[in-house]
């Protein structure tokens, strides 16, 4: 065997702490994570396998009042948007790069409730030990073309609307769950006051620029941004949202189609469905009706288009445990499985 021999003063530890120092600056500057060449750490994958109610429920789980929202720039909305639509055309991968310009990210897995793949289109920077910017998730059904949504604003704030808008995407083929990331109230300087807790509903309490969390009062959110590439497909959408019981007396449920009147049909059809529930529903496109969603910002989108559109405001008891969760995922569902079968 050949001798190494080392020039003199060279010893083992010298050599070995060479080797250390050119292996950690290779992991900083090496090629994988070349700034010039555009990379960035690759996160840990979601399992290939998961259960997408838990899922959800985990992330809404960590919403608190306040704190935990940014309002996003036009370019970071306009960046979204193109990377949703890009994923929405069934190109991951562009999606993919693209949606990295704003540290977003784009895994897929399969559903163990029913088989079903999904994409999730989620805030990267929302990994433990990061700032939380509170824009929300978009779900999308990669098995069939993409045909409907199911649009969550406000989740916690509206007790148990994420968990119904779960059972309604995994109801139907094609459908995008578009999901807010924060409380309500999550960015304004009330936190936790009149407008925090679920009461009046929606349509009373103080939306608009006084609460830059508020998704279904705002336009200038990622959230709005990417119903905004779905309206502009021709996608139609229900939006979901929660009173309190004795906030609308006589009704259990108000079903609206916002401010124009394109889902007329499909709003009789589904307040049938939850007549034949032994419901009291409140049609609010043929009677006056609290909580009638027409200063909904996702609505006033949809009647600009001609899309059709659904508001539906469901009391606390309708949304309270899984028999009842399920039984108005399954009215519901009645209205998107025929979406799911129209070719926008």
Not at 95 to 124: I, N
Not at 151 to 160: F, L
Request: proline share 5%; hydrophobic share 35%; aromatic share 4%.
């Amino acid at each position: 065997m050949q001798t190494v021999k080392f020039p003199k003063g060279v010893t083992i530890g010298v050599i070995m702490c060479g080797v250390i120092m050119s292996l950690v600056a290779y992991a900083a500057f090496g090629p994988s994570n070349s700034v010039e060449n555009g990379a960035a750490p690759s996160p840990s994958p979601v399992a290939e396998d998961i259960d997408l109610l838990d899922r959800v429920t985990r992330f809404t789980g960590q919403f608190g009042v306040t704190g935990g929202y940014r309002a996003p720039t036009q370019t970071e909305t306009a960046i979204v948007g193109d990377g949703v639509s890009a994923l929405l055309d069934g190109n991951v991968d562009r999606a993919r790069r693209r949606l990295a310009e704003v540290d977003h990210r784009v895994d897929t897995f399969t559903d163990t409730a029913g088989g079903r793949r999904f994409a999730e289109v989620s805030d990267a920077v929302g990994r433990s030990g990061s700032a939380h910017r509170g824009w929300g998730r978009v779900y999308v059904d990669l098995g069939a073309p993409p045909r409907w949504s199911v649009q969550v604003p406000h989740p916690v704030a509206d007790q148990g609307t994420e968990r119904l808008g779960v059972r309604v995407l995994r109801g139907a083929p094609g459908g995008v769950m578009v999901i807010a990331g924060a409380h309500r109230t999550a960015g304004s300087a009330a936190g936790s006051g009149a407008a925090g807790a679920e009461g009046a509903g929606d349509e009373t309490d103080a939306g608009g620029e006084g609460n830059p969390a508020d998704m279904a009062h705002r336009t200038d959110s990622v959230f709005h941004a990417v119903v905004t590439e779905l309206t502009r497909r021709g996608l139609p959408g229900v939006q979901l949202h929660g009173f309190a019981d004795d906030s609308v007396p006589g009704s259990d449920s108000v079903v609206s189609t916002g401010a124009g009147r394109r889902a007329v049909d499909d709003a009789e059809r589904l307040a049938e469905k939850l007549d034949g529930q032994g419901l009291a529903v409140c049609r609010a496109w043929s009677a006056p009706c609290r909580l009638s969603g027409r200063t909904n910002e996702q609505g006033r989108l949809a009647a600009e288009h001609g899309t059709r559109f659904l508001h539906v405001e469901l009391s606390r008891t309708l949304r309270s445990g899984s028999r009842r969760l399920d039984e108005t995922a399954r009215a519901l569902t009645h209205i998107t499985a025929r979406w799911s079968r129209d070719t926008p």
